[in-house]
C-alpha cells in the first residue's frame, strides 16, 4: 500500500464562517500538495463530486477509533467521486509525526498537514474527529460527526445507529439536499496555534 502524505498549501487569510464558505477559495486553496511534490486537485477534477476533510490529532483515541471506519469510507466512497482526505491539525505535529501515525494506523486516505489552522477555521471544525463535506466550488456542505458512536466523552454506544456521514455523501451523490448539515461532533478538542 502506497502511503500519501500531503501538506496543505494555503495561506492563512481570515478565518470564514462555517456557513459561508461559498466558491471563494482562493488558487492557493485548491490544491494540496504533497510531501514528494505531487499535487492534488480536488477542487478542479470534473470527476470529484465531494471534497471530504476529517479532522484529525494522533493522540485523540476517539479520532484513532474512527480510523477503520475512515478507510472504510474512503474505499466505498473514491470510485464515485468523493476525495476524502485526513486533515491533521496540530501545530506541533512534524511531518515525521504524521508520517509515523499514518504508518502505524495504516491510514489509507491521503493525510494533509493543516498545522496553520486555514482548513480549520474556513469550515468552522472545533472537534477531532469532526468532518467536513464541501463542494467541487468550494460550499460547505456538511460539517459534524461521522456517526453516533459516542454519546459524549467516554460513552460509546454499543451500536451506531446514525450514519451522519455516510448519508449525506449519499444524498450529495444522488443530488439530494444533504439531511441534517450540521451534527455535533465528539471527541477532542482541536488544539490552539501558539
Known sequence: MALALVTVAIGCGQGVASDNVGGNLRPRE??????????????????????VLVFLVPDCPISDSYIPELNRLHADYEPRGVRLFLV??????????????????????????????????????????????????????????VDNRYAGLGKRRPQVTLHDLRDSLDAILAGRPVPQPHTKAVGCIIPDIH
Open 30 to 51: 485548491r490544491r494540496l500538495v504533497d510531501i514528494g511534490g505531487s499535487t492534488h486537485r480536488p477542487f478542479d477534477d470534473s470527476k470529484v463530486r465531494a471534497v
Open 88 to 145: 491533521q491539525v496540530d501545530p506541533q505535529l512534524s511531518i515525521e509525526g504524521a508520517s509515523e501515525h499514518a504508518r502505524e494506523h495504516q491510514l489509507r486516505p491521503p493525510v494533509v498537514r493543516d498545522e496553520r489552522h486555514a482548513w480549520v477555521r474556513k469550515v468552522g471544525a472545533t472537534i477531532t474527529p469532526e468532518a467536513a463535506v464541501l463542494s467541487p466550488a468550494g460550499e460547505l456542505l456538511y460539517l459534524g460527526r
